[in-house]
């Protein structure tokens, strides 16, 4: 964005400390500022690149997540697949929009009903037993959400740029619909559609047939979804993309659906994408050796295969990164398969 720039952090670094003060002693010494800045100067903003997590995670980690999730669905960040196979950012007419905002919904008035349920029961603080007893009732006694308590709240729920200007009737149309979603998802039983089923629905039938969703359920199952967008959750590489004449500066996205070229330079803030490879149908094969990175990629609309040579320092790190998504992708894939299965042994037998 202008007047923002992008970069990744070390480990170990004390962000707040280093970062900050590294900053505030370059503007003094560019723009010769001697008085205190103020404190709105400078906007630090930390982001995880990636939504590879390990097997157990602080619940801080898990809202910070979500936060972020929430920012890249509510901004604009958020993608998906037009009919055309193009990449462009969600209407009124997407189904997915409407889950999504049910299910933010939801974690918010799961939260705010177990924070007053705690307020009303101890003044002091409750233990962690008693705590969880609370949210396994909260799980069973949500039931409904009123529109009337969306109200001037369709900005959280919703795109931004759907909503600015919005008023009136089509405003109350939309906290109906939220509100509808909610209850189609979260208390009536999913209809198993097949391939057919979009995928919000399919991530939260498969959680629904183990547990009763709660807030942090919701928070991972909201976070297991905006994840799978090209532009969200994603680490950017520098790299040039190589033949024998020449070479062309591109920027590598990776994120868990696949790799994504763009071009170098931005133009009105934003990347434009000249190619994505999936892992489900798209990348073959990858190989690092020193600074080199070869793709084997398959053309979607051609089905020929390539290899694609890009130059760059962190050739090892994207080789790494992406044999650790190919593999929880896989996973995924058979999982997936298996319930096929079933479901097809199901039907033979009926």
Known sequence: MPGLRERKLPAGEAVVDQTMLKWEVATRARYG????????????????FTSLVGTTRAKEEMTLEYQQAL?????GSFCVEGDDGEVVRPDESNEEVWDLAAWAAFKEAFDTRLKNAQAEEAEGDLNAERIREIQRMLEQSIEELDPNDLKDREG????????????????????KKICTRFKELLVDE????GDGMR???????????????????????????????PSCFAMQFLASIWTQEHSHPVVLQLNYVGLHIYTARASSGRLNLLASFYFTDSLVSWLALYD???????????????????????????????????????????????????????????
């Open 292 to 350: 080199m990175l070869t793709l084997h990629v398959v053309r979607s609309k051609t089905k020929q295969s390539a290899k694609l040579h890009f130059l760059t320092r962190e050739a090892m790190q994207i080789k790494t990164l992406l044999s650790r998504y190919s593999e929880a992708v896989l996973d995924e894939l058979k999982k997936i398969d298996k319930e096929k299965a079933l479901r097809k042994k199901l039907e033979d037998r009926s």
């Open 190 to 193: 999913i209809v198993d559609m």
């Open 71 to 75: 920012t890249n669905f509510k901004e």
């Open 199 to 229: 995928l919000t629905a399919r991530l939260l039938m498969d959680f629904r047939m183990d547990a009763d969703p709660n807030s942090y359920a919701i928070g991972n199952l909201f976070v297991d979804r905006i994840r799978r967008a």
């Open 33 to 48: 500022m001697v008085a205190a800045l103020p404190e709105t100067h400078f906007k630090l903003t930390l982001r995880k």
């Open 156 to 175: 959280e729920y919703l795109p931004r740029a759907w909503w600015d200007g919005e008023e009136g009737g089509k405003l109350d149309e939309w906290r």
